[in-house]
């Protein structure tokens, strides 16, 4: 395995042409940001190979994590894939006309409404987690649990200023 990449050539070559600037963060923040061009590549393959959209997937597991009956309001549905109320009332339509979800009546709420997932939505999702995972072990397989768990870790830390708490 090679002991350089590409951004330690980055790196070594802006250090050479400007020697008065601290180029550190480069060497942390440019690999999360190349990783993450590796990861987005892995999850469109995951996806399509369920005949998924990321958008789709993306509603479609905030449907199954809430565990059955796998419903939520599109005000939750909002929190969870923090996009604006218009996007989402797209991607409710959308998801409709595939056949992945229905709008029911809140029986709590006569107003208020409720997206469900239907039983093809519900095969999709799992179909697409179970490629996803497979897909993202082999990103990481290069590293020892132990590694995965401190990497995992850092990130957290780097990551908690930027959360928003759910509510």
């Given at each position: 395995m090679p002991s350089?990449?590409?951004?330690?050539?980055?790196?070594?070559?802006?250090?050479?042409?400007?020697?008065?600037l601290d180029f550190s963060p480069l060497q942390v923040l440019s690999r999360v940001g190349r990783l993450a061009r590796h990861l987005e590549r892995a999850r469109k393959t995951a996806f399509a190979a369920s005949d998924l959209e990321l958008?789709?997937?993306?509603?479609?597991?905030?449907?199954?994590?809430?565990?059955?009956?796998?419903?939520?309001?599109?005000?939750?549905?909002?929190?969870?894939?923090?996009?604006?109320?218009?996007?989402m009332t797209n991607r409710i339509d959308r998801l409709v006309e595939r056949g992945l979800v229905e709008r029911r009546t809140d029986p709590n709420d006569g107003r208020g409404i409720l997206v469900?997932?239907?039983?093809?939505?519900?095969?999709?999702?799992?179909?697409?987690?179970?490629?996803?995972?497979?897909?993202?072990s082999?990103?990481?397989?290069?590293?020892?649990?132990?590694?995965?768990?401190?990497?995992?870790?850092?990130l957290r830390k780097l990551s908690l200023d930027f959360d928003e708490p759910a509510e």
């Open positions: 350089s990449d590409e951004v330690d050539r980055i790196v070594e070559a802006w250090s050479r042409e400007r020697a008065d958008w789709e997937f993306d509603v479609l597991s905030a449907l199954r994590r809430a565990g059955a009956p796998y419903q939520l309001s599109p005000k939750a549905l909002l929190q969870q894939t923090l996009v604006s109320s218009g996007t469900v997932m239907t039983p093809g939505g519900r095969e999709r999702v799992d179909d697409a987690i179970s490629t996803l995972l497979t897909a993202e082999e990103l990481l397989e290069r590293l020892s649990t132990a590694d995965q768990e401190r990497l995992s870790a850092l």
